[in-house]
Each structure stands twice: as C-alpha cells, then as structure tokens.
C-alpha cells in the first residue's frame, strides 16, 4: 500500500489514481473519477512515527501539497511529543517509587538507631548507678 510504502522508505508518496496504479492497486474496485492519493510520512528526531494519508477526487493544487506537508510536520512533532511525555511519566512514576522505598528505608534505620542508643544508653547507667552510689558511700565515711 502506499502507506506502506511511505512508513518503509519515509518519503512522501502521490498518486495520480490509486485505483489504476500499479504501485497500489488491488482489493478496491477502480472509480470512474481518478482517486489522487497523497500519504506523507509523520517524521519526528527518531524518525517516521505514522503515516497521514489524503485522498481525494479532484486534483491537488502545489499549495494544498505544501499545507498538507506541513499538517504532516506539525503531526510527527505531536506525536513525538506525546510519546516523549509518556515516557517523562514513566521515569517520574519509577524515581517517586525509589524516592518512596529509599525514604522507608531511611525511617527504619533512624528508628534502628533510636532503639541501639537507648538499649547502649540504659546498659551504661546501669553499672554507672552502681559506682556512684559506691562512690557517695566512701565519701560519705
């Protein structure tokens, strides 16, 4: 098809009448009035992302040909942006996930650390209670 064909070379394809061209003809019964078709590649920085195709029954003029080449550029570029917004998306979603799981990790380690100082905390005053109550005893006699 000459969206096929476009998609695989990225070049713009016109024909005179799609129902009698060779390049295209097949499955579509031929009208009496020539079908001219145009189908322009939708190109963006990675290359051909679809195809706008445009058929019609009259001629097209050079200056409709430039309009629709330029709805075609103006597509690709849409098309391109919105598959690089869905893809900002993506990375926002996987770095908030991380941020998420590095923030519970950070909350239990603090609450390990709490737990460690005050375990370390009371097993020292323990026997330091000891001495300074043997220590006030020898000062006291």
Same mark, same amino acid.
């Given at each position: 098809?000459?969206?096929?064909?476009?998609? $695989?070379?990225?070049? =713009?394809?016109? /024909?005179?009448?799609?129902? #009698?061209?060779? #390049?295209?003809?097949?499955?579509?019964?031929a009208s009496p009035t020539p079908v001219?078709? %145009?189908?322009? =590649?939708?190109?963006?920085?990675?290359?051909?992302?679809?195809?706008?195709?445009?058929? #019609?029954?009259?001629?097209? /003029? =050079?200056?409709? $040909?430039?309009?629709?080449?330029?709805?075609?550029?103006? %597509?690709?570029? /849409?098309?391109?942006? /919105? $598959?690089?917004?869905?893809?900002?998306?993506?990375?926002?979603?996987?770095?908030?996930?991380?941020?998420?799981?590095?923030?519970?990790?950070? #909350?239990?380690?603090?609450?390990?650390?709490?737990?460690?100082?005050?375990?370390?905390?009371?097993?020292?005053?323990?026997?330091?209670?000891? %001495?300074?109550?043997?220590?006030?005893?020898?000062?006291d006699q």
């Amino acid at each position: 098809s000459a969206v096929a064909r476009t998609l $695989r070379d990225g070049q =713009p394809v016109f /024909a005179g009448d799609l129902d #009698r061209d060779p #390049r295209f003809a097949g499955g579509r019964a031929a009208s009496p009035t020539p079908v001219r078709g %145009l189908v322009l =590649p939708l190109t963006s920085g990675s290359g051909a992302v679809g195809a706008m195709a445009v058929e #019609r029954a009259g001629g097209f /003029a =050079p200056e409709a $040909r430039a309009m629709a080449g330029e709805i075609a550029l103006h %597509l690709g570029l /849409a098309v391109e942006n /919105a $598959r690089l917004t869905l893809l900002q998306r993506g990375f926002a979603e996987e770095l908030e996930e991380k941020v998420a799981a590095a923030t519970e990790r950070l #909350r239990q380690l603090d609450q390990a650390k709490t737990e460690f100082v005050s375990v370390v905390a009371h097993e020292m005053r323990t026997p330091l209670t000891a %001495l300074q109550g043997f220590t006030i005893q020898t000062f006291d006699q």
